[in-house]
């Protein structure tokens, strides 16, 4: 009985806070988006992002290329509640962790970010540009959805 006890008890007040321990938190469903391209092509890869309300997201960008890029989306902040923005290192070790509402992030050449978010209201063709000068003009502007039932 005492054993049943301890079990109950654990999962009851242990299990939510193991949870939140997990150095990885909750399970994000993976998004990749790049940056600008290794040959130097001034452009998102994929131009278009969808999200669905209801998942929690894990959006990892990437810059491959040789220039420095911004992903920059005003209106998507709006629209998601950020959990926190992961800084990597080269060797894909977290360096920084950044929490509280972002809507712009320059990534450095062979850098990557990965940001985890919940969507929170449903979003048509956000924008999504680069604001390094001439890069927009250039093709660097994308869009990004996020949809669900009302
Ligand atoms: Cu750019």
């Known amino acids: 009985m005492k054993n049943l006890i301890f079990i109950f008890l654990s999962l009851v007040l242990i299990s939510p806070l193991s949870y939140a321990d997990k150095p990885h938190g909750p399970k994000a469903t993976e998004v990749t988006i790049n940056v600008g391209t290794s040959d130097g092509a001034m452009k998102f890869v994929p131009e278009t992002l969808t999200f669905e309300r209801g998942t929690y997201y894990k959006l990892v960008i990437n810059n491959p ?39 712009d992030m320059e990534l450095k050449p062979g850098t990557s970010v990965e940001w985890f978010f919940f969507p929170m209201t449903n979003g048509n063709n956000l924008k999504l ?22």
């Open 129 to 150: 540009f680069c604001h390094k000068k001439g890069h927009e003009e250039q093709g660097m502007v994308g869009n990004i959805n996020i949809v669900g039932d009302l």
């Open 65 to 103: 290329s040789a220039d420095e890029h911004y992903f920059t989306s005003d209106a998507f902040a709006t629209h998601i509640f950020t959990r926190k923005v992961e800084v990597m290192d080269a060797n894909g070790k977290t360096v920084a962790e950044i929490h509280g509402a972002i809507n």
